[in-house]
């Protein structure tokens, strides 16, 4: 190997060996931020993979969630009646819609993040955290079209958003860090177990009914609401609403049990992937 003239004044390169943590705790999250600008790469990536040689192109966000809608409206208004606390059932459903659409899509794409950038694992060094991350990242750009839609339907049915709507943010933060915690979890998990690649999509659907989107947290027994809101998904759905559409105050104590089980989602998730990332390139 031939040595530069720069390189013959300086002395040798330094040779850097990275070595597994052996600690639970030794997360080494001050890697993120020395890696950002690969972070930002990685999402812009993932958006322009999924509407390559797309048709319609990023209108795909607004019609998964308008189909879903559509078909509630149909089935559980039409048929079984289901109340939706006075509001149009259309912009009630529509409105839960969009943030579990976020979730969803974040979930399934961080989960199985890791193993499909597998050439790129047991190649280059980087945090693997910035791989699930990208992906649950990514859905914002959906979620921002999405938005469009709903203006829309607000101002068709003359709904205007309360001063709630600054808490906007939070409710989103919960659900991308409910995604991340479950991403973090799956995306370690199917390195190993494959099976959990195809239990995955079985997992949100069963998610989705067990949250309410296309019902109200009022049908839901009082004796069971607190152990209902151990779903993160309650606290997110119904503060969305409360902030949007003018519905009534939540009960915060409900959101509150929901962001407690986030936390815990999230931390235990980031410490099982840390631990199982020393074994991705040699198993993925």
């Not at 992906?135 to 068709?156: I, K, N, Q, R, Y």
């Amino acid at each position: 190997m031939a040595i530069t003239e720069s390189q013959a004044q300086t002395g040798p390169l330094p040779i850097i060996y990275i070595e597994p943590s052996r600690s639970w705790l030794s997360l080494n999250l001050h890697e993120l931020w020395a890696y950002r600008e690969l972070l930002y790469f990685l999402v812009w990536r993932d958006v322009k993979i999924r509407y390559k040689q797309t048709a319609i192109g990023a209108a795909w966000a607004i019609l998964q969630p308008l189909m879903t809608m559509l078909v509630f409206l149909v089935v559980f208004r039409k048929f079984a009646n289901v109340p939706s606390d006075g509001l149009p059932y259309s912009i009630f459903a529509y409105t839960a819609l969009m943030p579990w659409t976020l979730f969803a899509g974040a979930v399934n794409r961080s989960s199985l993040s890791i193993v499909s950038q597998a050439s790129v694992i047991s190649k280059v060094y980087f945090p693997r955290l910035m791989i699930p991350i990208s992906a649950v990242l990514s859905g914002l750009v959906d979620f921002s079209v999405a938005f469009v839609l709903l203006f829309g339907m607000m101002a068709w049915y003359g709904v205007l958003p309360t001063w709630g709507v600054l808490a906007l943010p939070l409710f989103m933060l919960l659900a991308l860090s409910t995604a991340l915690g479950i991403g973090l979890w799956l995306s370690a998990l199917n390195v190993k177990y494959r099976d959990v690649g195809h239990a995955i999509p079985f997992l949100i659907q069963l998610w989705m009914f067990a949250s309410p989107i296309a019902y109200p947290l009022s049908v839901v027994p009082e004796k069971w609401r607190l152990l209902y809101s151990l779903n993160p998904l309650t606290g997110v759905i119904e503060g969305f609403r409360w902030a949007l559409l003018g519905k009534e105050s939540p009960d915060f104590q409900i959101i509150a049990v929901s962001a407690i089980a986030v936390v815990g989602l999230l931390f235990t998730g980031i410490m099982y992937f840390k631990r199982m990332e020393r074994t991705f390139a040699d198993v993925v």
